[in-house]
Nanobody, 124 residues
Framework: QVQLVESGGGLVQAGGSLRLSCAASGRTFNTYPMGWFRQAPGKEREFVAGIRWSFGPTYYNDSVKGRFTISRDNARNTVYLQMNSLKPEDTAVYYC?????????????????WGQGTQVTVSS
């Protein structure tokens, strides 16, 4: 079992930066691939970034490549999403999630554990 709690959201101007954190509890945390998703009002939840292991490959939605960086610190049971050069279209509730699959997937239904979400608002 994994419990996830996000933090770090807020209001920022376009071009600014935020770092989201996802604190996990559960003894098997470091065996789960992790993902960040986001959901804007009236839109479906979409994959943002994913990471398998601390030093494994990372995966990104094309819309955030080069601007966002996902990382994890298994010693601290925490996953991070560094977001730079933010745009108004990045405004959404951001969720971290864990999947029992062996690899990162972009499909939200494959993630069994979810945090409560943190709001990111980017003003123009």
């Amino acid at each position: 079992q994994v419990q996830l709690v996000e933090s770090g959201g807020g209001l920022v101007q376009a071009g600014g930066s935020l770092r989201l954190s996802c604190a996990a509890s559960g003894r098997t945390f470091n065996t789960y691939p992790m993902g960040w998703f986001r959901q804007a009002p009236g839109k479906e939840r979409e994959f943002v970034a994913g990471i398998r292991w601390s030093f494994g490959p990372t995966y990104y939605n094309d819309s955030v490549k080069g601007r966002f960086t996902i990382s994890r610190d298994n010693a601290r049971n925490t996953v991070y999403l560094q977001m730079n050069s933010l745009k108004p279209e990045d405004t959404a509730v951001y969720y971290c999630a864990a999947t029992p699959d062996l690899v990162v997937t972009t499909e939200a239904v494959r993630y069994h554990y979810w945090g409560q979400g943190t709001q990111v608002t980017v003003s123009s």
